[in-house]
Nanobody
Framework: QVQLVESGGGLVQAGGSLRLSCVAS????????MGWFRQAPGKERDVVAA????????YYADSVKGRFTISRGNAKNTVYLQMNSLKPEDTAVYYC???????????????????WGQGTQVTVSS
């Protein structure tokens, strides 16, 4: 039993910033990769950013590269998504995901993750 809880979403003006947080609970992970996905109304859920267990291997979708940063937290089983220069098209529900037994890789596919949070709404106004 693993639970992921996202927080930090909200309403922000275009050009502003938000930091999303994700905390895993229920058991201790020996090694895991984490990812952030988002889903806008009528759209498929797709990867935003992903990070390896070590934190040294990251991936960003082209639409967010240079604006968003994924990172590990100081606490175990935590990950952040720093979102800068937000645009209205970033509006979506953002989901945290975790994959166990990840070696040193990041993962970008929905089917590659074992656990999911319930999502946090991010709304960017123009």
């Amino acid at each position: 039993q693993v639970q992921l809880v996202e927080s930090g979403g909200g309403l922000v003006q275009a050009g502003g910033s938000l930091r999303l947080s994700c905390v895993a609970s229920g058991r201790t992970f020996s090694s895991y990769a984490m990812g952030w996905f988002r889903q806008a109304p009528g759209k498929e859920r797709d990867v935003v950013a992903a990070i390896s267990w070590s934190g040294g291997n990251t991936y960003y979708a082209d639409s967010v590269k240079g604006r968003f940063t994924i990172s590990r937290g100081n606490a175990k089983n935590t990950v952040y998504l720093q979102m800068n220069s937000l645009k209205p098209e970033d509006t979506a529900v953002y989901y945290c995901a975790a994959r166990t037994y990840s070696s040193g890789s990041y993962y970008t596919g929905l089917s590659e993750y074992d656990y999911w949070g319930q999502g946090t709404q991010v709304t960017v106004s123009s």
